[in-house]
């Protein structure tokens, strides 16, 4: 059984930086992919960032790249998202989620998915 619980949320004005955490427990070494995706109210979900274990490669959104990077520290079993120079479309709720099959691309599917950590950017 593996949970994913993110952390590092909060409020912060244009152009300041967050990094958002998210830790998994249980069994959760093998991961195929770990990604993080955002959710404003009213709209749908949207992918942020991902990271694909076997190449070490990443993927991003052209909304968030070159200002996000994500990374990951296996030892400890957490998958980072370093947000900079953020603007207030960047406001919503973030959530990581983890594969545990191969994957062909950020769509997915993913197993598990954490609660999730807002972030609001004020102007």
């Known amino acids: 059984q593996v949970q994913l619980v993110e952390s590092g949320g909060g409020l912060v004005q244009t152009g300041g930086s967050l990094r958002l955490s998210c830790a998994a427990s249980?069994?959760?070494?093998?991961?195929?992919?770990m990604a993080w995706f955002r959710q404003a109210p009213g709209k749908e979900r949207e992918f942020v960032a991902a990271?694909?274990?076997?190449?070490?490669?990443?993927s991003y959104s052209d909304s968030v790249k070159g200002r996000f990077a994500i990374s990951r520290d296996s030892a400890k079993n957490t998958v980072y998202l370093q947000m900079n120079s953020l603007k207030p479309e960047d406001t919503a709720n973030y959530s990581c989620?983890?594969?545990?099959?191969?994957?062909?691309?950020?769509?997915?599917?993913?197993?598990?998915w954490g609660q999730g950590t807002q972030v609001t950017v004020s102007s």
């Open positions: 989620a983890a594969a545990t099959g191969p994957i062909r691309n950020w769509n997915g599917p993913y197993t598990y």
């Open positions: 249980g069994r959760s070494s093998g991961f195929w992919a």
């Open positions: 990271f694909f274990r076997s190449s070490g490669s990443t």
